[in-house]
């Protein structure tokens, strides 16, 4: 029987406009994870993979250990958030990916991180 850990992941973006240089094709974005463990055993964070879309459709891809320099427990029942960014040359794009990760047998598995958007919020005059 298969019993695939559940694991949520939920994210919120954020436009950065402090950092960010318009004139210059310099759109920053900050997006906060967070990282729930609905299952009845702990899992581990060990990588990460990350397409990123800017507004012209031009796609970049990112991937590494963990996220933020950690590869985190995640107990059954806890989450683990963490805040990470992204610079595009486009007001608005996308990002998508997922989660390599690993349950308390060592079995790996992938937790798909559904696509969410970066864009500049719109002023209603």
Same mark, same amino acid.
């Given at each position: 029987? !298969?019993?695939? %850990?559940?694991?949520?992941?939920?994210?919120?973006?954020?436009? $950065?406009?402090?950092?960010?240089?318009?004139?210059? =094709?310099?759109?920053?974005?900050?997006?906060?994870?967070? $990282?729930? !463990? +609905? @299952?009845?055993?702990?899992?581990?964070? +060990? @990588?990460?993979?990350? +397409? &990123? /879309? !800017? *507004? !012209? *459709?031009?796609?970049?891809?990112?991937?590494? =250990? @963990?996220?933020? @320099?950690?590869?985190?427990? &995640? =107990?059954? *029942?806890?989450?683990?958030?963490?805040?990470?960014?992204?610079?595009?040359? /486009? %007001?608005? #794009?996308?990002?998508? #990916?997922?989660?390599?990760?690993?349950?308390? =047998?060592?079995?790996?598995?992938?937790?798909? $991180? %559904?696509?969410?958007?970066?864009?500049? %919020?719109?002023? &209603?005059?």
């Amino acid at each position: 029987m !298969n019993d695939t %850990p559940r694991v949520c992941v939920h994210v919120q973006s954020a436009y $950065i406009a402090s950092q960010s240089v318009p004139d210059e =094709e310099r759109y920053v974005f900050a997006y906060t994870v967070t $990282i729930r !463990n +609905l @299952g009845r055993t702990a899992v581990q964070l +060990l @990588g990460r993979y990350w +397409l &990123i /879309t !800017n *507004g !012209n *459709g031009r796609e970049t891809e990112v991937q590494g =250990e @963990g996220v933020i @320099g950690e590869q985190p427990h &995640i =107990e059954p *029942g806890s989450e683990f958030q963490y805040t990470s960014g992204a610079v595009l040359e /486009t %007001p608005m #794009g996308t990002m998508q #990916g997922h989660y390599e990760m690993t349950d308390s =047998e060592g079995e790996t598995f992938q937790v798909d $991180i %559904p696509v969410f958007r970066l864009a500049i %919020p719109s002023h &209603i005059h």
